[in-house]
């Protein structure tokens, strides 16, 4: 047998490295087997409020790969024909996801096809925003499409950008994020119908319905 | 002091000096693979491997 000056460190040595094993399990705080726990133990002494480190298990998912480059910042210059809005949109998209950062109003136009798909009679001619699909997918960019209700689209896209069109608007609009409750917008004619880079819920449904065009993995 | 308290010294002298590696490896973040906090904590307690399971602090 040791002797009891040896004994005591033994059992000091041992919940030092229960404490050691407690911080690698991420278990900082509460009742053992935790870090605070076993530092209480070798010293009851001591009173402190245990604060835990953000752990590794509390950490949101990596981004999908293709928002690795996203930025809903990307700048929205105002339109400069009537019936480009369409052609702004997608081209501030592949922008935005930095598909191609020298598209802007001409090569949105052309990438979607003038006069077959895009023209001033019409702009852009199938309203649902197949074209605009059809042209992200050549970038190799996936994407859905859906006329949804505000709900719906506030959820998708507060987690993935895209474009949308409202029927009774007759305007597509970027769309780079939410911003509390409302839908952040980047519209190439600000202050259109009184919408500039928000979008609430009443002018989403006074303006509906929304053709919505999200980017997927 | 007896050959046992001096053995049991020297194993509590080599479990110190485990001790003071893996907690420099916390202060520098490295909890997992080489030279790290779970490294030296199987070199203090060999029995512990497999039993551990890791959720270190995030850095993000």
């Given at each position: 047998?040791?002797?009891?000056?040896?004994?005591?460190?033994?059992?000091?040595?041992?919940?030092l490295t229960q404490a050691l094993r407690s911080m690698l399990e991420g278990t900082w705080c509460g009742a053992p087997p935790s870090t605070e726990a076993f530092v209480l133990a070798?010293?009851?002494?001591?009173?402190?409020?245990?604060?835990?480190?953000?752990?590794?298990?509390?950490?949101?998912?990596?981004?999908?790969?293709?928002?690795?480059?996203?930025?809903?910042?990307?700048?929205?210059?105002?339109?400069?024909?009537?019936?480009?809005?369409?052609?702004?949109?997608?081209?501030?998209?592949?922008?935005?996801?930095?598909?191609?950062?020298?598209?802007?109003?001409?090569?949105?136009?052309?990438?979607?096809?003038?006069?077959?798909?895009?023209?001033?009679?019409?702009?852009?001619?199938?309203?649902?925003?197949?074209?605009?699909?059809?042209?992200?997918?050549?970038?190799?960019?996936?994407?859905?499409?859906?006329?949804?209700?505000?709900?719906?689209?506030?959820?998708i896209y507060s987690q993935t950008p895209g474009v949308m069109s409202g029927g009774a608007w007759y305007h597509w609009v970027g769309v780079r994020g939410t911003s509390d409750g409302n839908l952040w917008v980047a519209n190439s004619a600000p202050g259109y119908d009184g919408v500039w880079d928000i979008l609430t819920r009443a002018q989403f449904n006074a303006l509906g319905p929304f053709s919505c065009v999200w980017t997927t993995a | 002091m007896t050959d046992e308290d001096q053995a049991a010294l020297t194993q509590l002298q080599t479990q110190q000096m485990y001790l003071t590696r893996a907690m420099k490896a916390a202060c520098?973040?490295?909890?997992?693979?080489?030279?790290?906090?779970?490294?030296?904590?199987?070199?203090?307690?060999?029995?512990?491997?497999?039993?551990?399971?890791?959720?270190?602090?995030?850095?993000?």
């Open positions: 047998m040791v002797s009891p000056e040896i004994a005591q460190l033994q059992d000091q040595q041992a919940l070798l010293d009851p002494t001591l009173s402190f409020t245990c604060n835990p480190p953000t752990l590794a298990s509390d950490a949101p998912p990596a981004p999908p790969n293709y928002l690795a480059r996203y930025d809903p910042s990307t700048d929205m210059p105002r339109q400069q024909a009537s019936w480009s809005c369409s052609a702004c949109a997608l081209a501030w998209l592949l922008r935005a996801l930095g598909l191609n950062s020298d598209c802007y109003e001409q090569c949105g136009i052309n990438e979607i096809g003038y006069p077959n798909n895009i023209n001033p009679t019409y702009g852009l001619m199938d309203g649902s925003g197949a074209q605009l699909q059809r042209v992200l997918y050549e970038y190799n960019q996936n994407s859905e499409q859906a006329w949804l209700s505000y709900d719906s689209a506030w959820s | 520098e973040g490295r909890w997992q693979g080489e030279d790290s906090v779970e490294a030296w904590l199987y070199a203090i307690d060999p029995s512990l491997q497999g039993q551990v399971t890791a959720n270190p602090p995030s850095y993000g």
